[in-house]
């Protein structure tokens, strides 16, 4: 399935790449200037993306802590690189327009979170997470919590001062998403990550779907592995919807969102092919019957507890 979207979309390129050579003489300058301003663009979309992509999955770890029965990690917000964890193509415009590096540079924080409220400023250098070294941006999210909330010691470097810097976040889901630029319209679980490819990003229409996305995929993994396909489908969409109204947002797109996702990928609900789970009717009755008992309860003003089953 992705290797068919892939190619359609290598097609167009070429056609169109095609047709602008024809009239179009560029000089080595300015193909330079051209290239660099892509490579620029490219990692600011890309930037643009993670920071959504951390303020919804954020945003449903943390509402959905207590269906996550444990299995919890520190939630920061903190979006941080260092070069290397940096696909090549992004380098020299993430050190330049951003100077990162070797070490861990902090790009972004979730507003209102507490990393941001303790002062923690995009820019910063990252140079040890509580004590220890680190050149990867994924520890600051994977540490393994025994409590409701983690302490986190930061040693920092901004504008050539060294200084210590600590806040308390509190834990969500495990699991955090992280983006991979690939164009895939997919997201699936990777080790210690949930990977959310740069395609279902463009893919969904709204938080509201990309949410849905999200806690499909995080129930799955709550749920552990299931007998047969159709129920750890109807079971993932069960619990994935009330994990999205914990969070706040609207489960009312979901059964146009779950038809627009089989009608593009009408290949994958044979095939069963990739992660993004196209629905099937019995499914599609289901999730209709779910929303109904979350929004009764929503209206209701009852706690939006899933039923054990
Ligand atoms: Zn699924």
């Avoid at 706040?248 to 990928?265: C, I, K, T």
């Avoid at 992660?275 to 099937?280: A, F, R």
């Avoid at 009755?285 to 209701?300: F, V």
Wanted: aromatic residues 6%.
């Amino acid at each position: 399935m992705h290797r068919f979207v892939a190619g359609a979309l290598a097609i167009s390129w070429m056609a169109a790449s095609a047709a602008v050579s024809n009239d179009l003489v560029l000089s080595e300058a300015e193909v330079t200037a051209q290239r660099e301003r892509l490579a620029r663009l490219g990692f600011e979309w890309m930037l643009e993306r993670q920071k959504r992509l951390i303020r919804v999955s954020s945003a449903i770890r943390l509402h959905g802590d207590a269906l996550c029965k444990g299995k919890l990690s520190p939630v920061t917000g903190i979006v941080a690189a260092t070069s290397a964890e940096l696909p090549e193509a992004y380098r020299e415009t993430a050190y330049r327009n951003h100077g990162v590096e070797d070490l861990l540079k902090v790009l972004w924080i979730l507003p209102d979170y507490p990393a941001a409220e303790s002062g923690l400023r995009a820019g910063d250098t990252i140079l040890e997470i509580d004590g220890r070294e680190t050149h990867a941006a994924a520890y600051l999210d994977q540490r393994n919590p025994t409590d409701s909330k983690t302490f986190t010691a930061l040693k920092l470097e901004r504008g050539g001062e060294i200084f210590d810097l600590q806040f308390e976040s509190r834990n969500g889901c495990f699991r955090p998403a992280v983006l991979s630029v690939l164009d895939n319209v997919d997201v699936h679980t990777e080790g210690a990550r949930m990977l959310v490819y740069s395609g279902m990003l463009r893919f969904v229409e709204s938080d509201d779907e990309l949410a849905i996305v999200l806690a499909h995929e995080l129930a799955h993994e709550l749920l552990g592995q299931k007998l047969s396909v159709e129920s750890a489908e109807s079971e993932a969409d069960y619990l994935g919807l009330y994990l999205v109204a914990r969070a706040g947002y609207d489960v009312a797109v979901a059964p146009e969102f779950a038809r627009r996702l089989a009608a593009e990928f009408p290949l994958a609900l044979e095939e069963r092919a990739g992660h993004i789970h196209p629905i099937s009717t019995a499914r599609s009755i289901a999730l209709a019957d779910t929303l109904r008992e979350i929004q009764g309860k929503l209206e209701r003003g009852e706690p939006l507890e899933p039923r054990t089953r």
